[in-house]
């Protein structure tokens, strides 16, 4: 029982303790409380204001910003306004120039009237007085003015004809004068400035081999070999008794060339039968349509040729194995180029227009199978398939006068064509065309009226004419001299140019006995 109220009175007294403890705590809690209820309210108010002072700020910054726009508004619109009040001024003074000036034309457009005035009066008086001095003439003579006019005309004609050949031929020697001049100066610059080679194609290519057996395995059983050869290239191949060689015959130069290069290969490698032969000759074709392809290249970029179309690089490699009246036409080709370039560049054109179409003015006499068209027409219609300029195609069709030349490149290209295939040793002419023109200038010659003789002279490049003195004057020999010109000049074909010439003499003879 003692103990029990021992317990008892323990746990009253802890409990006793522990309000007390509990109310100290509650008064510390309270206390700690409303300091940190304190401490936020202060730091709340120093927020508070550091927002006011913030907000101020940019209040201001914003008010600054706002009156720098308007200053700078009201700035431009004085400018706006300074600006249209001097061109308000200015028109003002314009206007008042204007006003001065129409004044001006008034006074000198009633000037004028006057002056038109006498002027019409005084004209009228003069013909008054040439009626008057017509009549006196018509009086004295015997003659109404309209006979006396056309006497003097018919007195006049004989007299202004003679005149008039005297005036065109001073003319036209002084013209040819300067005109040669100028001309010799750059047609010689540009020869001289251009070094060719003479390349001379002809219809055969000779094959050597090392010996003459070869000849009978070329041949093969009963000939089999040289027909599939002949079969497989287009080309005829002749063997016979010249030793150590065969000849390839053909119009066609690429056909002999890949029949040369052909027996070539078959010779090396040593198997000879018709199977081999296609099998050769056909990988012989694709070699040398590629060598073609790289000729082309090379030849544009040895002429500075660039953004030529595929097609036409290949007919300009195949350019090469062409020829025209024995002169290589790629060869030619290039050299024409060359002097178109260096022409367009004296007379101040784009030399690399004049080269391109240069090189091009040909590529119609290489066509893969044979056309009706002139070779001119055609190659304008590939330059013109592939994109080319205007001016190159025109050049093209132009420059035989298929067409008609509407481009100063046209006629560079014509002249260089001249030059390439007119020098010395650049083609062989054909012997009938050749005494066929000849007879040609002298039958044109003997037919002019008075005329004795006409001969053909230095290769046909001088017509002698000789007249008899008693049926032809010195001014109508003057006047066959320049028809005769004109007439080889629009009529006939010619390399360089033809001098004509015209003899008159007087002869006396007498026999003394």
Known sequence: M???????????????????VYVFLKKAIEKKGQL????????????????????????????????????DRERKMADAENRFKQREASLS???????????????????????????????????KAHRRQVEQLEIISGLSAEEAKAELIEALKSEAKTEAMAHIKDIMEEAKINANKEARKIVVQTIQRVATETAIENSIS??????????????????????????????????DDTPEAITISGFDPLRREIARLSLHQLVTDGRIHPARIEEVVAKTKKQLEEELIETGKRTCIDLGI????PELIRLVGKMKYRSSYGQNLLQHSREVANLCAIMASELGLNPKVAKRAGLLHDIGKVPDEEPELPHAILGMKWAEKYKEKPDVVNAIGAHHDEIEMTSLYAPIVQVCDAISGARPGARREILESYIKRIKDL?????????????????????LR????????????????????????????????????????????VNIAK
């Open 306 to 309: 660039h953004g030529l179309h």
């Open 36 to 71: 940190i209820i304190e401490e936020a309210k202060n730091e709340g108010e120093v927020i508070k204001k550091e927002k006011i002072l913030q907000a101020k700020e940019k209040f201001l910054q914003l008010k600054e910003e706002h009156e720098k726009v308007i200053n």
């Open 465 to 508: 004419v000789i007249v008899e003195s008693e049926k032809v004057s010195d001014e109508q020999a003057d006047k066959i001299s320049f028809d005769l010109a004109n007439k080889i000049q629009t009529e006939m074909t010619y390399p360089g140019q033809v001098k004509v010439t015209v003899i008159r003499e007087k002869r006396a």
């Open 206 to 239: 000779v094959f050597n081999i090392e010996s003459d057996e070869i000849k009978g395995r070329i041949i093969g059983r009963e000939g089999r070999n040289i027909r599939a050869i002949e079969a497989a290239t287009g080309v005829e191949i002749i063997v």
């Open 442 to 462: 002298e039958t044109l010659g003997l037919s002019y009226p008075g005329v004795n003789k006409a001969y053909a002279i230095q290769a046909g490049r001088e």
């Open 93 to 127: 003074i314009k206007i008042e120039e204007n006003k001065r000036k129409e004044k001006e034309l008034n006074k000198l457009e009633q000037e004028l009237e006057l002056k038109l005035e006498r002027v019409e009066r005084k004209e009228e008086e003069l013909e």
């Open 2 to 20: 003692d103990t029990i109220s021992l317990i008892v009175g323990i746990v009253v007294g802890a409990l006793a303790g522990a309000g007390i």
